[in-house]
């Protein structure tokens, strides 16, 4: 096994989930992507959100406007299964991430991705 499959999300890890509107969501991922950061994602297409799995205790102290971070009570993801939530599928399947997302690197990129459309829209 190699030192990279070592380091992917184990077997039913604990998670929270940070839910936003699908187009800031999608500017996050490929800001994280850039610095390889990203963790597993879900896509909702019937709430048009995504939601990026965190660290357990997440939640707790999560207050970004136009987002929300729900404790999925110790529901874990597991490699190459379905997603934990119904209705839902993989953006960045677990399998492809070396984490879970870092709350301070996704509230960053957030932030950036909601300047970025705040910024285009302006354009229009």
Known sequence: MSASTDRHIPTAEPCDLVTVPTRQGL??????????????????????????????????AWDLPGSACTQTNGRGVTSGTEPPIAGTGWLVPPHTAVSVTDPAVLRDALGEAARTIELAARRL
Not at 32 to 55: A, E, K, M
């Open 27 to 60: 500017e996050a991922v490929d800001l994280l992507r850039l610095r390889t950061c990203v963790g597993p994602v879900l896509h909702d297409s019937s709430d048009d959100s995504l939601g990026f799995l965190v660290p357990p205790g997440t939640a707790a």
